[in-house]
C-alpha cells in the first residue's frame, strides 16, 4: 500500500519551487499538507477503482461543503486499481482543494481492502464515507455532524437519492428506487444501520481502529452490514440525518434488472450470513432467517410470476422481494455472488470513460 500527502501550491511561491520543497516536506500554508500538521479531526473517504469522472464529481462535492470547519478535515481517496490510475487526478484536484488530500493506493483489490486501507491512514475521530458515485448536497457533512452532536450517535447516516440518466430505460422507477435510501423524513435516533455510502462514524465505537470490514466481504460486498451488526450488538447508538442527501449515479452497466437483482439477492444473505459468522454463531438465528428467507421466497415468487404474465408496472418490485427472501436460504458456499474485487488486466490502461471495467 502506497500513502502520498498531496499538497495545494499557493500563489506566493512558483510551481517549481512548491514542487522543490514538497520533497524536502517544508510546505506549509493554508490547506495544504505539511508535514507535522495537527491530525485532522473529521476525515472524508472515498474509495474508487476506475471510474474518474465518478470520482471528480463526489471529491468536488466534498470542497462545496457550508456550514463546517475546512481546517478541522482531511480527505483520503483510496484508489484500488492494480496500478495508481487516480493519482494524476487525484494530485490535480488537490491542487484546488480546501482542505489536505491524502491519495492512498491499495493494489489488493477488494472492497474492504479499499475501506481498510482508507481507514489505516485517516487521523480523524469521525470518518465520513462517501461513495465515487456519489455527488454531496453542500449541507451534507453539516447534517451528520449536527446529528452525530444531538444524539450522541455512533453512527450516523443520511438520504441517497438514486439518478438514471435521461432516456428510455426499463423499470426506471424501480432501478431508480434500488439505488436510493429513504428513511425517516425527520432528523432522529434510529434503532437500525443502512450501508456505508453516506455515513459518519466515530471510530472508538469500530471493533478495530484501523481495520473494522471483514476481509471475507471483499468480492461480494455487506462489510458495511457486517461491520454496523457488529456495532449494534456492542450497543452501539445508531442516527437518521434526514439532510444529508447525496445522489447516487450508477453506470449504465448497473441500470439493469438483471444486476439489480443479483445484489437484491446478495442484500438477502446479510442476515443470515451475520448470524453463521457471529461468535459464538447464532444457529437459531441462521434456521430463522432460513424459514423467514424461504417464505418471502415463495409469496413474493408467485406474486411477481402473476404480475409479470400480466405486464403490471411494479412486478420488478415483487422480484425483488422474492430474490431477498432466495438470498436468505442460500446465504453461503457455492451461492456467493462477486460484485467487487475483479482485478482489471495487466495490460489494461486507465480509464477516462467514467464507466468502470469491473
Not at 209 to 232: H, Y
Request: proline fraction near 7%; charge should be neutral.
Amino acid at each position: 500500500m502506497t500513502t502520498i500527502r498531496l499538497e495545494r501550491p499557493t500563489a506566493a511561491r512558483p510551481a517549481g519551487a512548491v514542487a522543490s520543497m514538497r520533497r524536502a516536506g517544508h510546505i506549509e500554508g493554508p490547506g495544504i499538507a505539511q508535514r507535522g500538521a495537527r491530525l485532522a479531526q473529521i476525515s472524508l473517504v472515498i474509495p474508487t477503482q476506475r471510474r474518474p469522472i465518478g470520482l471528480e464529481t463526489a471529491v468536488r462535492s466534498t470542497f462545496r461543503q457550508v456550514g463546517v470547519d475546512f481546517g478541522r478535515l482531511e480527505l483520503v481517496i483510496v484508489d484500488n486499481d492494480q496500478t495508481p490510475s487516480a493519482q494524476a487526478l487525484a494530485a490535480s484536484l488537490a491542487t484546488e482543494a480546501p482542505f489536505p488530500v491524502i491519495y492512498v493506493h491499495e493494489p489488493a483489490a477488494g472492497v474492504a481492502n479499499a475501506r481498510n486501507a482508507a481507514m489505516a491512514r485517516a487521523s480523524g475521530a469521525l470518518v465520513a464515507f462517501l461513495d465515487d458515485d456519489e455527488e454531496a448536497e453542500p449541507g451534507w457533512l453539516a447534517a451528520l455532524l449536527d446529528a452525530q452532536t444531538r444524539f450522541d450517535a455512533d453512527a450516523v447516516f443520511g438520504k441517497v437519492q438514486g439518478r438514471a440518466p435521461a432516456g428510455e430505460l426499463a423499470h426506471r422507477t424501480y432501478l431508480e428506487q434500488f439505488f436510493s435510501r429513504l428513511g425517516p423524513a425527520e432528523t432522529g435516533a434510529i434503532e437500525h444501520y443502512y450501508g456505508c455510502g453516506d455515513s459518519l462514524v466515530r471510530r472508538a465505537a469500530m471493533p478495530h481502529p484501523t481495520a473494522p470490514f471483514s476481509l471475507d466481504r471483499n468480492q461480494i460486498g455487506g462489510e458495511d452490514d457486517q461491520l454496523f451488526g457488529a456495532m449494534q450488538r456492542a450497543g452501539a447508538r445508531f442516527a437518521w440525518a434526514a439532510d444529508a442527501l447525496v445522489y447516487e449515479d450508477p453506470v449504465p452497466e448497473r441500470l439493469t434488472l438483471r444486476y439489480a437483482l443479483a445484489r437484491a439477492f446478495a442484500y438477502g444473505q446479510g442476515p443470515t450470513y451475520g448470524c453463521a459468522t457471529a461468535s459464538p454463531p447464532d444457529r437459531l438465528g441462521v434456521a430463522r432467517w432460513m424459514v423467514v428467507g424461504a417464505g418471502q421466497a415463495v409469496v413474493f415468487g408467485v406474486a411477481a410470476t402473476l404480475k409479470w404474465l400480466t405486464r403490471a408496472p411494479d412486478r420488478a418490485f415483487m422480484l425483488d422481494r422474492a430474490a431477498r427472501g432466495l438470498g436468505k436460504v442460500f446465504w453461503g458456499g457455492p451461492f456467493k455472488p462477486s460484485f467487487y474485487g475483479r482485478s482489471a488486466p495487466p495490460a489494461t490502461t486507465a480509464d477516462t470513460s467514467g464507466k468502470p471495467q469491473v
